[in-house]
C-alpha cells in the first residue's frame, strides 16, 4: 500500500494475554518508529530501527515490551504478560533516510490496544 | 533528557478568530522541529518543519517560528475554521530520536 499499515486496527484482550502489534512500513523506508499514544496525550517514544537493527529501545516501559524488524521492512511489537495499564493506541511511524535533518516521518492509523 | 513542553494544555476560539501555539524545547543535538495537527482518531499530519536557520514558514493559514536562542517555537492559526479543531503537536528531532510534546487542543466554535 501506499501508506504505513497497522494491524490489528484493534485488539482487546485479556489482561496476562501477549499481544503481537504488526508495522508494515511504506517501501523502502529506512527508518521505522514505535509510539504509544494514551487518551488525549502526545505519543510516547518507545523504540526505533535502521533497517534490521533496533538503534534504541529506552523508551520501552519494561522488558514485557520487545520489537523486531528481522529483515528490515515489517516490524512486529510483542507485550507480554498483559497489564490494563498497557491500553492504549500504539503507533507505528517510517522514514526513507536514516539521515537527521529534512526527512518526513509517515505515521500509521495505529493499533487501539485495550486490556480488560 | 529531551523535552518538549506545549502551552496551553487546550483552547477554545470563535471561528475567524485568530491564534497562537506556543512550544517550547531542550532538543540536543537539534536536528529539526515539527508542527503536526492531529484529528481525533487520527495519526498526526505534518504541517511545517523548521531547522535550526529558519525563523518563520507558513503552511496557508498556518504560521510557525522558530528562536534558537530561546528555544521557542510557535504556531499561529489565521482565520480559524472549523476544521481546524484538533490537537497540535510539537516534536523535536535530535538524529533519529523524535521527542513530542503534550499537545495543545483547540477547538474552534461557530
Known amino acids: 500500500g501506499a501508506g504505513v499499515s497497522q494491524s490489528p486496527r484493534y485488539k482487546v484482550t485479556k489482561r496476562g494475554q501477549d499481544v503481537a502489534l504488526r508495522c508494515d512500513p511504506i517501501?523502502?523506508?529506512?527508518?521505522l518508529y514505535w509510539y504509544r499514544q494514551a487518551l488525549g496525550q502526545g505519543p510516547e517514544f518507545l523504540t526505533y530501527?535502521?533497517?534490521?537493527?533496533?538503534?534504541?529501545k529506552s523508551g520501552l516501559p519494561n522488558d514485557r515490551f520487545s520489537a523486531e524488524r528481522p529483515e528490515g521492512s515489517i516490524s512486529t511489537l510483542t507485550i507480554q504478560r498483559t497489564e490494563q495499564r498497557d491500553s492504549a493506541m500504539y503507533r507505528c511511524?517510517?522514514?526513507?533516510?536514516?539521515?537527521?535533518?529534512?526527512?518526513?516521518?509517515?505515521f500509521g492509523e495505529g493499533s487501539w490496544l485495550t486490556v480488560v | 533528557k529531551n523535552q518538549v513542553e506545549q502551552s496551553p494544555q487546550s483552547l477554545i476560539i470563535l471561528e475567524g478568530k485568530n491564534c497562537t501555539l506556543q512550544?517550547?524545547?531542550?532538543?540536543?543535538?537539534?536536528?529539526?522541529l515539527r508542527w503536526y495537527k492531529q484529528d481525533t482518531g487520527r495519526g498526526p499530519v505534518s504541517l511545517t518543519i523548521m531547522t535550526f536557520s529558519e525563523n518563520t514558514k507558513s503552511n496557508g493559514r498556518y504560521t510557525a517560528t522558530l528562536d534558537a536562542d530561546t528555544k521557542q517555537s510557535s504556531l499561529h492559526i489565521t482565520a480559524s475554521q472549523l476544521s481546524d479543531s484538533a490537537s497540535y503537536i510539537c516534536v523535536g528531532r535530535a538524529g533519529n530520536m523524535l521527542t513530542f510534546g503534550g499537545g495543545t487542543r483547540l477547538m474552534v466554535k461557530p
Open positions: 517501501s523502502g523506508h529506512v527508518s
Open positions: 512550544c517550547n524545547y531542550t532538543v540536543s543535538p537539534f536536528s529539526n
Open positions: 511511524a517510517s522514514s526513507l533516510g536514516q539521515a537527521h535533518s529534512g526527512n518526513t516521518i509517515y
Open positions: 530501527f535502521n533497517y534490521e537493527a533496533q538503534q534504541d
